[in-house]
């Protein structure tokens, strides 16, 4: 993906790139091979991977779309690309129902927060927050 959106830059070197980028992760992923990888990534797949963070990128990507970019013309986009008029109940779900659906979670999920733990241990709040 990088490569396709430099490609003046980054194809001539796609090759140095690619294993620039494989190095790159290759040490990324080396504390989670230590003794206390198995805590490193329990932080990572409940923080990082976890549906709350892909639902905060889904909310704003919703607020962007349809209250900045004007649910009107994504409506009418749609109707270019497919042939016909969706139904309003789409019009009216990225507009008010979605949002307000992912608030609620996000409301949720803070009222009912607890900290991460793993067995008996529980993540210091220094942990949790890096």
Not at 46 to 74: D, E, N, P
Request: net charge positive.
């Amino acid at each position: 993906g990088l490569v396709d959106n430099w490609p003046e830059q980054l194809r001539p070197h796609r090759k140095k790139f690619t294993l620039g980028m494989t190095v790159f992760m290759c040490l990324l992923g080396l504390p989670m091979i230590t003794r206390g990888g198995i805590y490193v990534f329990q932080l990572m797949d409940f923080y990082a991977a976890s549906g709350l963070s892909l639902l905060w990128c889904v909310f704003f990507q919703t607020i962007a779309i349809c209250w900045v970019f004007g649910a009107k013309k994504f409506y009418l986009c749609i109707e270019e690309m497919i042939g016909y008029r969706v139904s309003m109940y789409w019009y009216v779900c990225w507009c008010f129902l979605a949002p307000g659906f992912m608030l609620f979670i996000f409301i949720f999920y803070f009222v009912k927060y607890t900290p991460i733990t793993m067995g008996d241990y529980v993540y210091p709040p220094w942990g949790e927050a890096l």
